[in-house]
């Protein structure tokens, strides 16, 4: 717990490089949780690549144009997806559980990977939820 408490704020991340924006809630989204937790960070902004002069005989590359921007899910859509990747994870736990206490299947440690596998991505969640809030009350004290 005391790790989470320790992580910077949305404010001290942004203050640090405001081009950077988290790319992990995406993969968390696609029913991902529990998986690979790495994802990093991409840029908000693809990169303009500056003119420079090239050598006589080199071929050229253009730039990018604004119509090239490849459209990604906003926030809402990616935290909706995030939160169902949840709920189904519950409800295959669920699911595992009663089929165990059924008879329908004897395999005990399928079972318990898939209950610790909600329980793991309903705390994530909580957490994102948490940290979100704070940053909502950050920005309303922020002053104009």
């Not at 009663?98 to 209950?115: F, P, R, T, W, Y």
């Not at 940290?131 to 950050?138: F, G, I, Q, T």
Request: glycine letters at 6%; a negative charge.
């Amino acid at each position: 717990m005391n790790e989470i408490a320790s992580l910077p704020s949305l404010s001290d991340l942004v203050n640090q490089n405001p081009n950077l924006q988290p790319a992990s809630l995406e993969d968390f989204a696609n029913n991902q949780i529990g998986g690979e937790l790495g994802g990093g960070m991409r840029t908000a902004e693809p990169s303009v690549a500056t003119p420079t002069v090239a050598a006589p005989g080199a071929p050229t590359v253009n730039a990018p144009s604004p119509d090239d921007r490849v459209t990604a899910p906003g926030f809402s859509e990616m935290f909706e997806r995030f939160v169902k990747g949840v709920d189904y994870k519950k409800k295959v736990a669920k699911n595992e559980v009663q089929d165990l206490i059924l008879g329908k299947s004897d395999n005990i440690h399928e079972a318990m990977v898939k209950v610790q596998e909600a329980g793991v991505a309903f705390n994530l969640m909580i957490q994102v939820r948490n940290k979100l809030v704070e940053s909502y009350k950050e920005l309303m004290r922020m002053r104009v």
